[in-house]
């Protein structure tokens, strides 16, 4: 499944470029996501938790940095992992892309997921709703860091945005009625050239 996505950061491209020079500080600002150990050759052992529904799943596994183009400001990540109670996998291919944009740095992401198991059953319209939230708090994050940095204040005094389970499934569950809201009543708008 391919999801695309983009966020835009308060800073310029060079700053947050140069943020993703520290990966364990971008896996830090992934809602339910940590670093365990650095493998070496850009290789990580990690944990992400997601929540879909009432199913919690607690992935395990690696990260993987396969390219990062200083030139085109493009890094592509490599990660896969099972959960912990062997109920899926999932495996997902981000390539991430920074380009100036008014006021600071828009990033493009492009992901692709592949999942099997319990969070497979929730199908593209819940995955893609809780990717776009998990990528909401993600951006918000890492504006904050970026920002803390540029201050020099210490990051471990920098609190991130991490929302509950409930929390994100409610959010998740606000884009799904609004979607079919849109399907609904858009075919009912007046049309103003009549």
Do not use: H
Request: glycine share 10%; net charge positive; proline share 4%.
């Amino acid at each position: 499944m391919l999801i695309k996505s983009g966020f835009d950061v308060a800073q310029p491209v060079d700053k947050v470029w140069q943020f993703f020079d520290d990966i364990p500080g971008v896996a830090a600002c992934l809602p339910g996501a940590e670093l365990t150990q650095d493998l070496g050759d850009n290789k990580y052992l990690g944990k992400v938790a997601v929540r879909m529904g009432p199913v919690r799943l607690q992935f395990g596994g690696t990260a993987q940095i396969k390219e990062r183009d200083d030139a085109a400001k493009r890094i592509v990540v490599d990660a896969a992992g099972a959960d912990e109670k062997g109920r899926g996998n999932a495996s997902m291919l981000v390539t991430a892309t920074l380009s100036q944009a008014r006021g600071g740095t828009r990033v493009d992401v492009i992901q692709d997921l592949q999942v099997s198991g319990a969070a497979a059953q929730y199908g593209r319209g819940m995955i893609s709703d809780v990717t776009e939230i998990l990528m909401k708090d993600f951006a918000t994050n890492m504006q904050a860091r970026i920002d803390a940095k540029a201050k020099g204040i210490s990051l471990d005094r920098v609190g991130s945005t991490s929302a509950s389970g409930f929390t994100i499934g409610l959010r998740a569950a606000r884009l799904a009625l609004g979607r079919v809201l849109r399907r609904f009543f858009l075919p009912y708008q007046p049309n103003p050239s009549r």
